[in-house]
């Protein structure tokens, strides 16, 4: 946001210079750009061109027809592909409406906990540093790796979940964790966010190390509470670092892909079942056609939800 | 005081949440099935390295993981030079083409992976990229280059002009400039860039999921996927696996651990 302001800034002031250039004599500047620096940025232009841009315009094209991926012949069915989502598919609207759910969970519980590790660990102390780094740990593993932990940590009948209850007396409490449809897609939230929180705490943490100490001090002279300095600083000022993390973890969770085809298995049960790994599945199926409709849905879920949280959220510091 | 306790308990607890699954992994890596589920937190009675034997030897982890090595080695750099030679040259021009380079770079990042993966598999099939190793290399160079040319170019955007200037009175040529001037005084954010970089191709899994079909072209982490698959409950041997498939990225983040914070969380928050 705040780069695109600033780019627009310097253009401004680029094109005037310009003008003031050509009236003093542009060919003598010594600033003059080298046509050869436009050959610097080529490769990586194509390729983005090439393997990124064309073939998602091509997706729009796929997603009205029934081609199957194969075959020479195909038609076009027009929207067929997208009326059939919502309207004919429970898989679809069934994958919707978890992955819809699974966001809401992750993005409340990973952005309050990250906030809270901040919080807790703002001060450079050794205990604290050495905290940080316990709790980053996990963001640097494979999506895979997480997801073989978490499926034993969960595992109804050896899991270490239930070894741990079991050793203090709290048997009651026992449960199947994944093999209960009800629960499945939360207890995936919580390995979610043991992934992540760690990387969201940095964030924070680099937010609240920026607030000037002076404002708590003054604060606390004026009689302050705890709660009350939460309110009236630390909040406004963090604003910019939770729209970050609230945008962030709303794409990575948007893309668990990996998290559930690991702790689920391939293709997940349909409790389990995401926007990506039906996709995915119906990819599989050699649907082609019907798969880039979805995907192209699925992108338009991730802009709709992200331009809401915008709305609706408003995280800028005032006077921005 | 109560402050002061309830803080150390919430940070305690969840040491331990982070600390105790990475044990018993590690443990467990060494124990026959029977002696993970007769004691999960016990020592292992002996330090047989038999289930990683059995997980390089038995399996194809053993070629997906020189797979994984050969493909982030070449993913990682080619991915940072194409980025910085984008953000240099974008800090060098001006005006309107610098803003249209750099917004049509940076605006991949607003493409999710799975949205365009079947017309990219259609596209790998066309041009002979399915089945292998350079796919997978075009893949992560692809999906990552948006957000390393912001990365790079939004630190080379800082440094001061007057340097290219003073560079080009001398008549030093762009490439010169790029590799005597602008790729030294940009080391932090290269690095911060690498690790991230680093992270994410060795971690990869969608695009060999898509693209790979032979046992002996998978990587890593699509090893381990079929893997499980092979051996549903067979913990110690998944346990092996993934002990394997992290070292890399462990032991580097053990030395480097300022590094990897700044790399991925330059990726969270500028992304």
């Given at each position: 946001m705040s780069t695109h302001t600033k780019m627009a800034a310097e253009r401004k002031g680029a094109d005037g210079r310009t003008e003031t250039d050509a009236a003093k004599g542009r060919r003598r500047s010594p600033t003059r750009v080298n046509p050869a620096l436009y050959l610097f940025p080529l490769p990586a232009v194509a390729i983005i061109a090439f393997f990124l841009v064309m073939p998602t315009l091509q997706a729009f094209q796929y997603a009205i027809t029934d081609w199957n991926g194969f075959s020479a012949a195909f038609n076009y069915v027009g929207l067929d592909n997208f009326v059939r989502a919502f309207t004919k598919d429970s898989l679809f609207t069934n994958a919707l409406t978890n992955n819809l759910k699974f966001v809401l969970m992750v993005v409340i519980a990973q952005t309050a906990f990250s906030l809270v590790l901040a919080l807790l660990l703002t001060k450079n102390s050794r205990g604290s540093i050495l905290l940080r780094a316990l709790f980053f740990?996990?963001?640097?593993?494979?999506s895979v790796s997480v997801a073989f932990i978490w499926k034993f940590i969960y595992d109804p009948n050896f899991g270490l979940a239930n070894a741990v209850l079991g050793g203090v007396g709290l048997e009651a409490l026992q449960g199947s964790y994944l093999g209960n449809n009800a629960q499945a897609l939360y207890w995936v939230a919580v390995t979610q966010v043991w992934f992540h929180a760690g990387q969201m705490m940095v964030v924070y943490i680099a937010g609240l190390q920026a607030i000037p100490r002076e404002l708590y001090e003054a604060a606390e002279m004026d009689g302050a509470g705890k709660w009350q300095q939460f309110k009236s600083i630390t909040w406004p000022f963090v604003a910019p670092a939770t729209s970050i993390v609230v945008a962030y973890t709303t794409v990575q969770s948007f893309k668990a892909f990996d998290l559930i085809l690991g702790i689920a298995g391939n293709p997940p049960k349909q409790s389990l079942d995401i926007l990506s790994t039906r996709i995915y599945s119906t990819f599989a199926n050699s649907e082609f056609g019907y798969a880039a409709a979805q995907s192209i849905i699925f992108m338009a879920m991730i802009a709709l939800v992200t331009w809401l949280q915008r709305r609706l959220l408003r995280l800028t510091p005032k006077g921005e | 005081m109560l402050a002061s306790l309830s803080r150390r308990a919430i940070l305690g607890i969840y040491a331990v949440i982070i600390i105790v699954p990475l044990t018993v992994v590690g443990f467990g890596s060494f124990k026959s099935t029977q002696e993970l589920f007769a004691g999960p937190f016990s020592l292992p009675q002996s330090l047989s390295p038999a289930n990683y034997a059995e997980v390089i030897g038995g399996q194809d982890l053993g070629s997906s993981f020189t797979n994984s090595v050969i493909v982030t080695a070449i993913s990682v750099p080619l991915t940072l030079f194409l980025a910085s030679l984008a953000g240099y040259a974008i800090s060098r021009l001006k005006g309107f083409m610098a803003w249209a380079i750099f917004g049509f770079l940076v605006l991949g990042m607003a493409i999710p992976a799975q949205a365009n993966m079947v017309p990219l598999y259609v596209l790998f099939g066309r041009l002979g990229l399915l089945d292998s190793l350079a796919g997978l290399v075009l893949a992560n160079v692809v999906s990552t280059l948006p957000i390393a040319v912001f990365i790079l170019g939004g630190f080379m955007r800082t440094l001061p002009k007057e340097l290219y200037e003073a560079s080009s009175i001398d008549g030093t040529g762009p490439w010169r400039t790029y590799v005597s001037i602008a790729l030294p005084l940009s080391a932090p954010s290269v690095a911060a860039a690498a690790i991230f970089l680093f992270v994410i191709h060795w971690n990869e899994l969608l695009y060999p999921l898509l693209f790979i079909q032979s046992p002996g072209n998978r990587t890593l982490p699509l090893a381990l996927l079929s893997f499980q698959g092979e051996f549903q409950t067979n913990y110690p041997l998944l346990f092996a696996g993934v002990i394997l498939a992290s070292l890399p990225v462990v032991v580097a983040y053990v030395f480097l651990q300022r590094y990897f914070v700044a790399g991925i969380t330059a990726g969270a928050s500028k992304g």
């Open positions: 740990f996990p963001t640097i593993l494979s | -």
